[in-house]
């Protein structure tokens, strides 16, 4: 379990790397109770615990892809109302393509649906 601990504080700014250390620990862990160096509690228990480290590490890298988007977005609108493009804007695609992108947790698509609607309102009241 401290290997683990090492790993995660180690590469978890770096979630690939990180996540593929976890299956190298995974694997030894895996061949450990195939030779019964460890037995079936400590394997689950490692198991385990490795799965809720890379479903943290997933969830972190989730988040962030969602922020750098989100900010790519708003950098988008920002550059297309400045260059008179605004009306151009399709929001219900905008919308069509959260509610069609099936990795985005509900509370995440809730978050984005309201952005696109805020976007849109302020453009309506500009327009």
């Known amino acids: 379990m401290e290997r683990m601990d090492d790993v995660y504080t180690q590469y978890k700014m770096n979630p690939r ?8 620990i995974r694997t030894k862990v895996m061949d450990d109770f ?5 037995d079936e509690r400590k394997f689950n ?3 385990k615990r490795i799965d809720e480290y890379i479903l943290e590490i997933r969830a972190e ?8 988007v989100r900010k790519r977005l708003e950098e988008d609108l920002q ?4 260059e008179g493009d605004a009306e151009d804007i399709d ?5 069509q393509m959260i509610e069609s992108t099936s990795r985005l947790a509900e ?5 984005l649906r309201e952005l696109v609607a805020g976007w849109r309102e302020t453009h309506q009241s500009r327009a």
């Open 45 to 47: 228990i490692l198991d």
């Open 17 to 24: 790397q990180c996540e593929a250390e976890f299956n190298k």
């Open 34 to 38: 195939k030779f019964s160096i460890i």
């Open 61 to 68: 890298l989730v988040h962030t892809r969602l922020r750098e």
């Open 79 to 82: 550059r297309m109302k400045n």
């Open 107 to 111: 509370e995440d698509r809730k978050e």
């Open 91 to 95: 929001f219900d695609a905008l919308v």
